[in-house]
């Protein structure tokens, strides 16, 4: 295994070090604030981790909300996502899925983050940060434009986690298709 680069961000609690192993995934040693060291790997659209990335959605949602007609078109084909030129990011401890993010692509460099939901088992170790700083490096290395997220105001730890890395509200209004959003937020990215 070779080191590919090591990437420490002052905005962040997290201090990075990027291999590759031999099934060509990003294996990160992380060390964040409160001195948690976990080994994960990184999967970008591996097709055989979106029965788990449903099932993580899922599980949030039906924790705070009700599944919408949206959430059942893309658990009957999430490998949509990737054909219509999205990416789906499965971060794996231990052997197990334990984080799950996307971004849809909505055309002309402007991409969806959405779908965020790490295991409840492993909340707390900092893998939503790094689901967002994956999901952000990898908007900058295709070049995208701006980022746009739905959410909905009574999760304010995700809030919190949107603007700490630089979304921006745009709109506080109800969202026309899905029930439970009620706040969009954005990131131009780039110069």
Known sequence: MNREWTQMDANSS????????????????????GGYLSEMEVFENHRGHLPDFIRLNERWIRHYFALEEADRALAAAPERVIEQGGFVFSLVE????????ALFNKGEGVFELARMAVDPAHQGKGFGDFLMETA????AAIGAHKVQLLSNT??????????????????????????RCNIVMEKVLGG
């Open 14 to 33: 997290l201090l990075l070090i990027a291999t590759k192993n031999a099934k060509n995934a990003k294996i990160w040693t992380a060390a964040v604030a």
């Open 136 to 139: 952000l490096a990898k908007l």
């Open 154 to 179: 009574s999760l304010e730890a995700a809030i919190r986690l949107y603007k700490k890395h630089g979304f921006k509200t745009v709109s506080t209004e109800q969202h026309p298709v899905y029930k």
């Open 94 to 101: 231990r052997d197990e899925v334990a984080g799950v993010c």
